[in-house]
């Protein structure tokens, strides 16, 4: 299991890869292993203001369904349509190709509130 130390991390099992005033999501390795093979992912519109902490999306994996919670507020630039066709890139490249969200960041304080890999290595006790 991988924690790249250049993401920040969300206790929901989000990662985000932050440059400049724009913002990478997707869900973590570890998240992924946990919900198993992912089926379909919904995520929001281009254009769509998310929030931080909200729901903006669903994951769903043979296992169960979960929300997609924003790790920042702002507004959605780009989805990753490939997960359409290939959801399993979630579970294949989870910090790479099976990215979600871009979002341009309305508060970049938020980011502060983040965990780094340390951090998050410590909430999944690993």
């Known amino acids: 299991m ?5 993401l920040r991390y ?13 913002a990478e999501i997707g869900i973590t390795d570890y998240a992924q292993g946990e919900l198993g093979d992912i089926v379909f992912v919904e995520l929001p519109a281009v254009g ?12 769903e994996a043979v296992k ?9 507020t702002g507004e959605v630039t ?11 890139l979630v579970n294949s490249d989870p910090y790479g190709k099976g990215w979600m969200v871009r ?3 309305g508060n970049k304080d938020e980011t502060a509130e983040l965990l780094d890999d340390a951090g998050y290595r410590t909430l999944i006790g690993k």
């Open 10 to 22: 969300t206790k929901e099992h989000e990662w985000v890869r932050v440059s400049g005033d724009s």
């Open 103 to 105: 979002i341009r960041v």
């Open 48 to 59: 769509k203001t998310i929030k931080r902490n909200e729901s903006m999306g669903t994951i």
């Open 64 to 72: 169960a369904v979960s929300d997609l919670f924003a790790p920042l």
């Open 78 to 88: 780009a989805v990753n349509t490939e997960l359409e066709k290939n959801s399993e």
């Open 2 to 6: 991988e924690f790249p130390k250049d």
